[in-house]
């Protein structure tokens, strides 16, 4: 079993903070604060940053400190540029998997149960993010896809969190996965890219 050094640890706290935006968008991050409130020294926390730094999750300014990164326009416009690009390519490997439909067909049970209740919004970005990161990005099974999306997963799932509609989301998810279980994947594709831009102006709305 591995074993996380305290700085490893530090990091995902920090980085669960950011990507549940607990921690808000160009907030300032107390050093001090977080090393009273963990008890511990300064020093992992300073390492943690530094990798949060290097994924795009925090910004540091020299002389001033850290800052919870604040997406602009441009960067969450590329990101969701990306997430298309990725997605769409998961889809298709997702559709040649053998087990994809009995997958796709919990998530609707799931969405039939989100229905049900009102679509809570915590369980609805649960199941945002496994359908996005799990079904699609993992459950796609190709190591490089995998690899390549890893290094700006917390980014994707920051963006999910940013543009979050929990009805229409839910709606959307639906309609990918129904034509996932017709196999008819030009029909997923189709969805999958309407539910992404409909995300992408969402979040961009909500950046202002």
């Known amino acids: ?11 995902d706290y920090l980085r669960d903070r950011i990507t549940s935006l ?3 968008p160009g907030e300032r991050i107390d050093i001090k604060k977080i090393s009273q409130e963990l008890s511990i020294s300064q020093t992992p926390i300073r390492e943690a940053l ?7 999750l925090v910004e540091v300014r020299p002389y001033v400190g850290y800052f919870v990164t604040q997406l602009s326009q441009r960067d969450i416009q590329e990101l969701f540029d990306l997430r298309k690009s990725l997605e769409i390519l998961a889809l298709q490997y997702v559709c040649q998997n053998a ?11 799931r969405l039939n149960d989100l229905e049900q209740h009102g679509f809570p919004v915590e369980e609805t970005q649960k199941f945002d993010e496994d359908f996005h990161l799990e079904f699609l990005i993992k459950g796609a099974g190709n190591k490089w896809l995998q690899k390549f999306a890893n290094g700006v997963m917390d980014l994707i799932k920051l963006t999910t969190r940013l543009s979050l509609n929990p009805k229409a989301a839910c709606i959307e998810h639906r309609e ?10 030009r029909k997923a594709v189709v969805a999958l890219q309407a539910h992404l831009e409909r995300a992408k102006r969402d979040a961009l709305t909500k950046r202002g």
């Open 1 to 11: 079993m591995e074993v996380k050094t305290l700085a490893e640890r530090v990091y």
């Open 22 to 24: 607990d921690s808000k």
């Open 50 to 56: 530094h990798k949060l730094a290097e994924q795009g």
């Open 99 to 109: 087990s994809h439909k009995e997958k796709a067909q919990e998530l609707l049970e």
């Open 176 to 185: 990918i996965l129904l034509a996932i279980n017709q196999n008819n994947v």
